[in-house]
């Protein structure tokens, strides 16, 4: 069979391209494995570029033009089948609670607008093309009655908008077959047969299948292809019925709360929906369920007593920087739309129109090269593509390909950025000079350094100011020695002067430590509390030590510490890990930072703290008392990579059973 184009994947973004090219006059194909599976049945229909606060500009832009599209777009479509979409320009209503402070949607935080005590204001830091308006406590309970009791204001984004996701699949398959194009479900692509940088045809589940051009739309399955940084994120949701008798009004907007929206449909409210790292394992769950149950109540109190109609539950297909992978790829007749995430519905008009500009055109828009696949590879492989791989095409096998390499952000606190998660100290150190091999050899940015031991002249830290480097490694004062909250402030202002005698004029970092106990050198939590309320409120950005306490961690971030640094074990004993469980507690639910601290006194230690999904280690004693620091260091700074990229990888499930590593079948048998 030959065919113009051959479209992978029988989405909402597969279906919108073909239709988008056999108008433009290109025989079009599109092979589905499975058209119900497709993330866009599981979605919402919310079309919400200034909800979901999108702070990426090109993503911002790129989805805001769509929007843009859609009244034309879904009325052609409904022209061409005589059907509905759903298309409504409602706007969206964002509601805060109490805690959500600084944290609101657009401009400023709910407790900023709350203190103007403005019922309704234009927030001028919006783009002029798609203004947004701030409601407070009295205003948005007025203009959308049965909110919760705690909501405290809210944002009111106009522009936004919603369609029926379960309309505009129908529609857009039943407009793809009115205009031609050639629909074949149950086609299971299995490998792209390349050569010479094409793409020569597509191994199926119904033989080898050729075509002029293809395009790689097959959302969170597209990994199975190639090694797109592409995976799946499970979303469960439900509805409720509208009960046909109410005595309160019914929902009339679209609530999109904290971790939970709510979007009125005709006779029935969508609500949705979980965000679940848990690979393709299907179905819903009571723990997820509960979830958006409690969230929904919450927010609009009076569902609690509606019928509960369905549950269900897809796959959004999400990258690492969560923006989609669009334009071309390292195959000249290849091109990929993929990797959506939770803005394929919205992002599906602008993202026809610029594959098939792309295709048919050759035309570029220069918003793509913000997209393009390129952007996950190492930038040290510039020679040869990622991608490309060599392929037996007498049988339709392939050879594998290389995987690309996990994408990571930088480690960010208090708004300054560092490539390196290790940091390392300076005490402890038999001579000066393994002290700055061992600095040198860990690669790390951050430096931690006793304030008291600076001004006492202790052994070591004589000729510190003058050892290393402070234009090129951040200095990160300690108030080490400090058995009181006050002494602990005291030291933490000489510290910020330190550094700045040392250059770092706008070092306003501070690892905090009170400790008095001297035995165990357990931290004291109360005094470390009431230390960090009192720096932040100077203007530190704090890092406390800790014990691995969770609630105490919370505490520390709502009161505005930088980071939090649970210790892994007492400080120098060398223990590894012996406080896991509460690591990993911690992790979970901070929203700064974690960096583990104290313990660690192994390389393999350090890598399983990252594993856990650390955000960065500190590690001195191991260092510093091995008997070859330096390389020590290295090993320490290499652990900590591994880790990082294993959390970010993934590991495999762990099992009750074996599993073998080889196939049983198609094995040689007598």
């Known amino acids: 069979m030959i065919s113009e184009t051959v479209i992978i994947g029988g989405g909402v973004i597969g279906l919108a391209i073909a239709i988008e090219l056999k108008l433009r006059g290109t025989n079009v194909t599109v092979f589905c494995r499975d058209f119900q599976a497709a993330a866009t049945h599981a979605a919402a229909g919310m079309l919400a570029p200034d909800a979901e606060n999108i702070t990426n500009e090109a993503m911002r832009s790129l989805c805001w033009r769509s929007r843009a599209l859609y009244p034309d777009w879904t009325r052609k479509l409904e022209e061409l089948t005589g059907l509905n979409t759903g298309y409504r320009p409602c706007g969206i209503l964002a509601p805060l609670f109490e805690e959500a402070g600084q944290g609101g949607r657009g401009a400023g935080g709910a407790e900023e607008q709350r203190s103007r005590g403005e019922s309704l204001s234009f927030s001028s830091s919006s783009s002029p093309s798609s203004p947004t308006y701030w409601l407070n406590k009295e205003a948005i309970h007025q203009y959308q009655p049965g909110l919760g009791a705690e909501v405290i204001g809210g944002w009111w984004y106009p522009e936004d908008a919603q369609v029926d996701n379960k309309a505009l699949a129908h529609v857009l398959r039943t407009a793809a077959e009115s205009v031609g194009v050639e629909l074949k479900d149950g086609i299971t692509v299995e490998a792209f047969l390349q050569q010479h940088g094409q793409v020569a ?67 029935r409210l969508v609500i949705g929906a979980t965000s679940e790292d848990v690979g393709f394992i299907p179905n819903n769950t009571p723990e997820g369920i509960q979830k958006l149950l409690q969230a929904t109540i919450r927010l609009y109190p009076q569902l609690k007593h509606y019928p509960i109609q369905e549950f269900w539950w897809g796959f959004r297909p999400a990258t690492p920087d969560e923006l989609p992978i669009l334009g071309t ?9 993929t990797g959506h995430y939770r803005n394929g519905i919205l992002l599906a008009p602008i993202t026809a129109a610029l594959i098939a500009d792309l295709i048919l055109e050759q035309k570029s828009d220069p918003l793509l090269a913000n997209f393009h696949y390129s952007r996950f590879q190492s930038k040290s492989s510039t020679s040869t593509p990622m991608l490309t791989h060599s392929a037996n095409f007498s049988n339709g096998h392939h050879s594998a390909i290389s995987p690309l390499p996990t994408q990571d952000s930088p480690l960010i606190i208090a708004g300054k950025t560092f490539q390196s998660r290790l940091m390392t100290g300076t005490g402890k150190y038999r001579t000066i000079e393994e002290m700055q091999q061992s600095i040198a050899a860990s690669d790390c ?24 480097d402070w234009t090129k490694i951040w200095m990160l004062p300690n108030t080490a020695g400090c058995q009181t909250a006050e002494e602990a402030i005291r030291v933490a202002r000489l510290g910020r002067e330190m550094a700045k005698l040392l250059g770092q004029e706008d070092n306003n970092f501070v690892k905090l430590e009170v400790i008095p106990d001297l035995k165990y050198l357990l931290p004291d939590p109360i005094g470390t509390l009431q230390a960090a309320e009192q720096l932040v409120k100077e203007g530190f950005a704090v890092l406390p030590y800790i014990n691995a306490d969770p609630m105490l961690a919370k505490r520390l971030e709502e009161v505005g510490c930088a980071t939090v640094m649970p210790l892994a074990s007492p400080i120098g004993s060398g223990q590894g890990l ?16 974690v960096v583990v601290d104290a313990g660690i006194g192994s390389p393999s230690e350090a890598a399983q703290a990252m594993e856990l999904g650390a955000d960065a280690l500190l590690i001195n004693s191991a260092i510093a008392l091995s008997p070859n620091p330096a390389a020590m260091a290295r090993a320490m700074n290499l652990a900590t990579v591994a880790g990082r990229l294993a959390y970010l990888a993934g590991r495999m499930p762990i099992k009750d059973y074996a599993s073998p590593s080889s196939p049983l079948t198609g094995t040689i048998t007598s």
């Open 578 to 593: 012996k406080t896991t469980a509460n690591i990993q507690i911690i992790i979970e639910n901070a929203g700064v930072p």
């Open 445 to 468: 940015q951050i430096v931690t350094v006793a304030v008291r031991r600076v001004q006492t002249k202790a052994p070591g830290h004589e000729g510190l100011a003058e050892a290393l």
């Open 329 to 337: 790829s390292h195959c000249q007749n290849l091109t990929f739309a």
């Open 201 to 267: 045809g597509v191994q199926t589940n119904a033989g080898i299948i050729r075509a002029a051009h293809y395009v790689l739309a097959s959302g969170a399955w597209s990994n199975e292809l190639l090694p797109l940084p592409v995976l799946p994120r499970k979303g469960q949701m439900l509805s409720v019925r509208i009960p046909e008798v109410s005595p309160e009004l019914p929902l009339k907007r679209v609530l999109f709360g904290q971790d939970i929206y709510i979007v009125p449909r005709r006779d």
